[in-house]
């Protein structure tokens, strides 16, 4: 198994961090004075703009491994087509 203790850490402390930031963010709005109307306007939109994030770094993260996985295919390719090269006894 790998050892991912410094991944987790990273992990956990920007999970706080996020939840710090929508808790504040949160007490923020609940004592603006203004409507609740527009209180719930501004939930709205500061749920759909992480909605929005998070699928980014979904599609960024997925295309990144598609990437890699084309690079991967192509590296064996070469090497397969260099050893027959080499080994080729008409060569």
């Known amino acids: 198994m790998i050892n991912d203790n410094g991944n987790s850490i990273y992990t956990t402390f920007n999970f706080a961090g996020v939840a710090?930031?929508?808790?504040?963010?949160?007490?923020?709005?609940?004592?603006?004075?203004?409507?609740?109307?527009?209180?719930?306007?501004?939930?709205?939109?500061?749920?759909?703009?992480?909605?929005?994030l998070v699928n980014l770094v979904k599609y960024r993260i997925d295309n990144r491994i598609r990437e890699d996985r084309i690079r991967q295919l192509e590296a064996a390719r070469d090497d397969k087509l260099l050893e027959e090269f080499v080994t080729d006894p008409k060569v």
């Open 20 to 52: 710090v930031a929508y808790g504040m963010l949160a007490l923020s709005i609940w004592l603006a004075p203004v409507d609740l109307s527009t209180k719930g306007f501004w939930g709205m939109g500061v749920f759909l703009l992480t909605l929005s």
